[in-house]
């Protein structure tokens, strides 16, 4: 009888274990990958903020690396710094934010510490492939690690950075954005926003250039018939 009395309860503990998995709410997700859920009370128009709160900036985030200093719209002239840019108005800096309001800045002189860093730990998708992100040609030095293990970026369209993240897939790493070691005191710089993680591959590199080969090929031959029938 006391058997029978404890199945009931058994059976609805095992049925809570399938509908919860152990561990299920323990596994932290990346948040604020678009850095939108600042908090900091914006700028005037031409303004900056030296010294804000890191928390109010970039909520979900970390910031790292000795002597680095975490502004707002403003630019460092000499120290490692991670800054927050936006909302879409003309600031100190003079930046426009990559996409939405915020976007983040990592600057290096090589100079006052080691490079800045911006982190945090999460779940990668059990799904995903590739991770991505917004930057721009002229402030692309950037290195990006999982786990203190970095992985190989390649340039794809839309103005994207992205590297293929398979290995990680359904794992909890720390992802840390970070700059380049510059060459004597030359800035070396990463702006960046809007991280994304998909379950589509990237292309090889070998592809992209095949690519760009063909486009090359294909222009020269619509200008080359062009002349021709100027001629």
Known sequence: MAMRLQSPAWLVGALALLLNPVGAASQPMFQNLDFEQATITPTPVGGLTHFPDPAQCFPGWTVGGSGTFVMYNGLSLNNPA???????????????????SYSVLLQYYGTGGPPPTLSQTGFIPADAKSMSFLTTPSESAGVVTLDDSPISLISIAGGRMAADISAFAGTEVELTFSTTTPFLSRASALYFDDVQFSPSQIPEPNMLALSGLAALLVGWRFLWRRRCRRN
């Open 82 to 100: 991670v800054i927050l840019m936006g909302p879409n108005f003309p600031n100190a800096a003079n930046y426009t934010p990559l996409q939405g």
